[in-house]
T-cell receptor, first 112, second 118 residues
Framework: AQSVTQLDSHVSVSEGTPVLLRCNYS??????LFWYVQHPNKGLQLLLK??????LVKGINGFEAEFKKSETSFHLTKPSAHMSDAAEYFC??????????FGSGTKLNVKP | DVKVTQSSRYLVKRTGEKVFLECVQD?????MFWYRQDPGLGLRLIYF???????EKGDIPEGYSVSREKKERFSLILESASTNQTSMYLC?????????????????FGPGTRLTVT
């Protein structure tokens, strides 16, 4: 069965420190992988996507993610957190047809 | 930029009412989706449309129906609203399906409609 797991439901960091949001997936195929961000009462905005090209993917707002097939992981990182990064982040895996699997989300809190 | 709009940001309806949620995209996308989002449950697919007048049930279609008469518009219908349908509803669109393997065609989301059924 296909699935995606976000390992932390909440992450809290101080402004200016690195961010790590973890995502693991299970797959029998080569998936496409996405990270989305959702600010309160807003829709989901695409941060970045992996589509079997470079394993290190750069996205908007300084975020990047590395696809590691051996670990079936696609963790999201940012070198230095900003207050505006406080939001909920979703890891999404697309295997085929119309099936997008959403992680349960990680809420990022950024302390001043 | 792709723009996906939803007819209402907030909606309050009474139990038993028929409710229409409208979604419009402006980029000629073939695929459109309706999800509901609930705390602790993430996003769950209600219905999917891969082209005009074409639809498929998602994971939780019970109590919902959809309509896609024009390519840019995808409507979600609650035939008889119930309190357990109180939720955030998100519409999304995607260019099209191209293959069975991951295509990298991302979804674009609307701002959401927060529906409360009393």
């Amino acid at each position: 069965a296909q699935s995606v797991t976000q390992l932390d439901s909440h992450v809290s960091v101080s402004e200016g420190t690195p961010v790590l949001l973890r995502c693991n997936y299970s797959s029998s195929y080569s998936p496409s992988l996405f990270w989305y961000v959702q600010h309160p009462n807003k829709g989901l905005q695409l941060l970045l996507k992996y589509t079997s090209a470079a394993t290190l993917v750069k996205g908007i707002n300084g975020f990047e993610a590395e696809f590691k097939k051996s670990e079936t992981s696609f963790h999201l990182t940012k070198p230095s957190a900003h207050m505006s990064d406080a939001a909920e982040y979703f890891c999404v895996v697309h295997y085929n047809f119309n099936k997008f699997y959403f992680g349960s989300g990680t809420k990022l809190n950024v302390k001043p | 930029d792709v723009k996906v709009t939803q007819s209402s940001r907030y909606l309050v309806k009474r139990t038993g009412e028929k409710v229409f949620l409208e979604c419009v995209q402006d980029m000629d996308h073939e695929n459109m989706f309706w999800y509901r989002q609930d705390p602790g449950l993430g996003l769950r697919l209600i219905y999917f449309s891969y082209d005009v007048k074409m639809k498929e049930k998602g994971d939780i279609p019970e109590g919902y129906s959809v309509s896609r008469e024009k390519k840019e518009r995808f409507s979600l219908i609650l035939e008889s609203a119930s309190t357990n349908q109180t939720s955030m509803y998100l519409c999304a669109s995607r260019l099209k399906m191209t293959s069975y393997s991951g295509t990298g065609d991302e979804q674009y989301f609307g701002p959401g409609t927060r529906l409360t059924v009393t």
